[in-house]
């Protein structure tokens, strides 16, 4: 089965927007394919959520509990430093300790990778989110 992390934005994005981010968190919640996740991501999002929208609290937890449920969780041990923002490293060590197919993002800084490979790992496949769902989330 294919398997998939989402960055924050995505989520986020799922959240208030149909679309193609939508489809990919719905789709992957459905049992398309396996939503990978880590708390580090987890966090952000509800920080985000909090800080930046003033999500309330009750529809935060509801979220990170869905999420919770229908993601493979990981607590990544590798560590990177591949990603001009480094904030966004994260998302790669989910993706590789959680053995994912595909990172799904609209960031710039990690489109830029576009294939992350390194010799002990096939690669990982950094696509945005309608060229996931073209590619690789109907698998």
């Given at each position: 089965m294919t398997r998939a992390v989402a960055d924050t934005n995505i989520i986020i994005s799922s959240?208030?927007?149909?679309?193609?981010?939508?489809?990919?968190?719905?789709?992957?919640?459905?049992?398309?394919?396996?939503?990978?996740?880590?708390?580090?991501?987890?966090?952000?999002?509800?920080?985000?959520?909090?800080?930046?929208?003033?999500?309330?609290?009750?529809?935060?937890?509801?979220?990170?509990?869905?999420?919770?449920?229908?993601?493979?969780?990981?607590?990544?041990?590798?560590?990177?430093?591949?990603?001009?923002?480094?904030?966004?490293?994260?998302?790669?060590e989910c993706a590789f300790d959680g053995q994912a197919n595909y990172i799904v993002t609209g960031d710039p800084d990690l489109l830029d990778l576009k294939e992350f490979d390194l010799k002990e790992f096939r690669g990982i496949k950094i696509r945005t989110p309608r060229k996931f769902l073209e590619e690789g989330g109907s698998l």
């Open positions: 959240v208030f927007w149909r679309g193609n981010p939508h489809e990919v968190v719905r789709r992957g919640i459905l049992g398309e394919y396996q939503l990978v996740t880590s708390t580090e991501i987890l966090d952000e999002v509800a920080d985000k959520l909090r800080n930046k929208f003033q999500f309330p609290e009750e529809g935060i937890q509801q979220l990170i509990d869905i999420l919770l449920t229908y993601c493979h969780v990981v607590e990544p041990s590798s560590k990177f430093d591949v990603v001009r923002d480094k904030k966004d490293n994260k998302i790669i």
